[in-house]
Structure formats: C-alpha cells, structure tokens
C-alpha cells in the first residue's frame, strides 16, 4: 500500500434538480499529518473527514501520517450535503494504492458512509443516474439507493453497495454485487368514490371538468357541503402518470428525500399544506433552497383548504408559478429552478363562521364579515383560477337519497378520452410536452379554443358586462375547449362558452 498518491473521482452538486459536475481530486502528499478538504464545503463535507478516517478504521486501514488534500473542483461552486462521503474515500483508497486506479475512471460516485464503513442512502440519486446516462459512465451508491438509480440501469453500469467492504471486494473482483432491479410502488390502494358524495351535481360536474382540462378551481361553501370530500376524489378521476412525467415527479421526490425506498409511483401527488404552511414551505427554500409543496405537486394536485386563512404572501408566492409552471429559489449564496405546474384545488367558507347568506343561521355581522373575508384573496390570484363555484349545503332529502349510478370509474373514463383528445391535437414533432388545454396558450390556443360565430359574439359580450381581463378571456377559451372535449366535439360551440362562464368569477356583491 503507498503512502502517497494522487486520484481523482467524479460526484455531483445539486442546483434545484439540475446536477452539476464535481471533481473530487485527492492529494497525499509529504508534511505535517492532517487532513482537509477544500472547494467551499459545507458543514457536512467538512464533517466528513471524521466519518471517513473511522470508516476506513473499521476496515482495518489508517490513513498515512502525511499531508493530505481533498479539492472539490470547481472551486467555486458551493457544495452542500454528506454525499461527498464515498467519492472521497474511494478517492483516498485509491491514492492508497488498495484499489485500482481505474475504479474512477468513468464513474460518478455518491453516498454517506456511517462510522462502521456501512453506506447510508442520499438525495438526488435519480438526477444523479440521468446525468450519467447522458456521459454514458457508471453510477456508485447504496444498495438503498439501487432501486431508484436502476430506473437508468439499461443505461448505465450500476454499483450498488451495503458497505464500503462490500464494495472493495466487488471492485476487486472477490464478490461482485447483485444488479439492482427498479421497482415502483404497488398501485394496489383504492380511491375515494365519487359514489361517496350525495347531491352536489353541479360540483361533480366542475370537478369533471377540472380533471378533464387540469384546470384550477376555488369552491366556495358552508362548512359540511363536501368541499374537502370533492377535493378528495379528483385523483381518483386523474388519468396516471405517463413515463416521461414518472421521470420528473420522482427526480423533485429524489431531491426531497422523499421517494418510498427508491420506488417510483404512477399516481400523481396529492399535496394537502396545512394553512400555517411558511412562504418557505409552500414555495420552495430555506437555507438549501429545497423544493416547496408546489414542486412536490408537479403534474399533480396541490390542494389547500380554507384558503383565506394561509397568509397573504404565501397565497400571493403561487401566482407567478401558476402562470409559468416553474419557480426560481433564490438565496444569498443558492439559487434553484424547480418544475411546478400543479393544478391548485382550493376550499373556503363564504365568511369566518361560514352561514353568510343562510336567513335561517343569520350572523349579526353580516355582511361586513363576508367582505372583510373574502378581501384577504387578491384579485390577481383569482384571476388565475379558471372555475369558481359556490357549494350549498346538502340538504336532509340529499342524504337520504341512494348512491348515484355514476361513480369515480365511469368518470374517470371521460376524463381519460378528453385527455387522449389533448395530447393528440398538442403533439409536438420538436417532443413538446403540453398536455392539457390549462397549459395551452397563444397561437395555440387561437388555432383549436376559438369558437364559431354564435360563441365569438357571447363570448364578447360577457367579456364586456364582466370586464374580463385579457387573462380570465383567454381562461374561458380553455375551459369552454375543455368542455368541447368532453363532449367529443372538434369545435367549440356556443354553449360550450355558455357553460364557461358560468364557471368564472364574479365581482363579489352583498347578499
């Protein structure tokens, strides 16, 4: 084994979900005895030096008495996190001499070693594997990470280890490891049934439309009208993630640590914050610059109840993400772009108590305290929500009434053609990826939401006595060609527009 020696092995630093390149140069060279690590590390690389010199230890090996240096180039990248642990031991080993100097040699390596030389799984393991199938160079982590980086196995080499041991001894040739195997999540877990909710026909039907078009929607009621139980069932209508979305929901997961064992899901999130939820939280940030709850809802729901009650910068953080399907994180010394086109679902009482407007329940504060409510939404955010709509409260003969016929499945049927409809006609020979006609716009939108003559002319009309804005227009054309599609119909009619704007808020009025 030599006391000095040079090596070199690659590893990644993360910037949102893009992986940037890091090379970790290892150094023993002659001096004094210590141990640094350079390339502006964070407190877990800099920690890294002790569970390295232990891990080792546990294998029976001590670093040599001399100078040694880890660079992490470039040097001007901030680099952040424990994944840093394997690329500098296998380095150090191989400057040691105890494994081939090959072993860096086209490989990218990532993964926290624990005190007794075991490999603990990390972060952003997928991203990591898509990067190194566009090098075309192996992948080496935990085995806990095998199964999310195997996603990439047919194109690239995978080394998936327990331990530090384990993967010495594959290395050398003495035990080679099993090639992990990709799994998913089983998909075995029922739905909540559309079947469930008596009454609220026209609310089936929004809800309908919502999933049909991804549209966002705002439904507005007393408490105990079903807000929360609709807002429950439209995953169950949602067609399930294609292979390409799988891809980009599960690197946002893998970049949160949040993917079940490495497993990938063909169900689209479902995110449910609390109304105390941070700025921070809900968009993205902190000192990391971590993805929020809206880029955890990527491709699929971001539910929030009792809307009024989240705080106005909060609520005010998701109306430049709702228009443009990403969000920029931006720190004092970390800056991160993350995917976020969610569909938002939200739910609020009409006023604090929630029986404005009910003669029967009458409040004395009425209707200041409906106003007063209602005015901690911004107009600019409702604007962006395509379909608003008021839900009654159920009434006793509502309850004692059977199941409807039509549940989630037959449902869930018109939703999947409609959705067959859109990605047909927005198919992109360039590889496109619109979907829905909530993500269309411009000459796009011109070209297939336009209606006939009878639609153009109420729709014009409408435009003028609600005073739409160019935005709220252009949402009526997606809902009404949405609804078009529903129907089968290449065109969109006028009561297709009809149907539309009946759905699009209304300037507030006392009741």
């Known amino acids: 084994m030599s006391a000095s020696g040079s090596a070199s092995i690659r590893t990644v630093a993360f910037e949102g979900i893009e992986v940037k390149p890091v090379d970790v140069q290892v150094q023993i060279g002659a001096g004094l005895p210590s141990f640094a690590v350079v390339g502006l590390p964070d407190k877990a690389i800099a920690e890294s030096r002790e569970r390295v010199r232990s891990a080792l230890g546990a294998l029976g ?3 040599p008495p001399k100078r040694i240096t880890v660079n992490l180039a470039p040097a001007d990248l901030r680099k952040e996190g424990s994944h840093y642990d394997l690329p500098i031991a296998l380095g150090l080993l191989v400057a040691m001499g105890v494994l081939p100097q090959d072993l860096t040699t086209n490989a990218i390596a ?45 194109e690239i080499g995978i080394v998936a280890a327990d331990s530090l041991l384990d993967l010495i001894q594959h290395e050398r ?6 090639v992990p195997s990709a799994e998913t999540v089983p998909d075995d877990r029922a739905y909540p049934d559309l079947r469930d909710v008596k009454g609220q026909e026209t609310a089936k039907r929004v809800l309908e439309i919502a999933a049909a078009g ?6 507005s009621g007393p408490p105990g009208s079903g807000k929360s139980m609709l807002a429950a069932r439209l995953p169950g209508l949602l067609p399930p993630l294609d292979t390409a979305e799988i891809l980009e929901v599960s690197m946002i997961a893998s970049i949160a640590g949040t993917l079940d064992k490495g497993r990938l899901t063909r169900r689209r999130p479902f995110r449910e914050p609390h109304h105390a939820t941070s700025v921070a ?11 929020g709850e809206i880029s955890l809802a990527h491709k699929g729901i971001l539910f929030l109840d009792e809307l009024p009650e989240f705080a106005r910068p909060v609520l005010e953080g998701l109306r430049q993400p709702m228009e443009t399907g990403r969000v920029t994180v931006t720190r004092a010394q970390v800056k991160a772009t993350y995917p976020s086109r969610f569909q938002l679902v939200a739910a609020m009482n009409p006023c604090p108590c929630g029986m404005l407007g009910d003669p029967a329940r009458a409040c004395a504060k009425a209707p200041r305290c409906g106003e007063s409510y209602q005015s901690r939404l911004s107009g600019p955010l409702l604007d962006r929500i395509d379909l608003h709509i008021d839900v009654p409260a159920v009434s006793p003969a509502d309850l004692a009434m059977p199941p409807p016929a039509e549940g989630s499945e037959v449902i869930a049927k018109r939703v999947a053609q409609a959705r067959a409809i859109q990605a047909e006609r927005y198919l992109q020979p360039s590889g496109g990826r619109l979907r829905t006609n909530a993500e269309v716009e411009g000459e796009r939108l011109d070209a297939h939401a336009t209606p006939d003559a009878d639609g153009r002319t109420l729709l014009q009309r409408a435009a003028e ?3 739409l804005s160019a935005r709220g227009y252009h949402r009526v054309l997606r809902v009404a060609r949405t609804i078009a599609d529903l129907d089968g119909e290449a065109t969109v009619r006028r009561r297709h527009v009809a149907e539309a704007l009946t759905y699009r808020r209304r300037e507030r009025t006392r009741p």
């Open 465 to 467: 006595r609600q005073h």
């Open 173 to 178: 040739g003495e035990r080679p490891l099993p």
């Open 110 to 154: 990532l993964g926290e070693l624990g005190l007794d030389g075991s490999l603990r799984r990390v972060d952003g393991v997928l991203p990591t594997a898509v990067a190194a199938a566009a090098e075309r160079c192996r992948l080496v982590c935990p085995a806990a990470c095998g199964g999310e980086a195997a996603w990439l196995g047919g």
């Open 281 to 291: 939280a809900l968009v993205g940030g902190g000192p990391q610059a971590r993805p």
């Open 61 to 63: 090996l001590a670093l």
């Open 214 to 219: 991804g549209h966002n929607l705002l439904m």
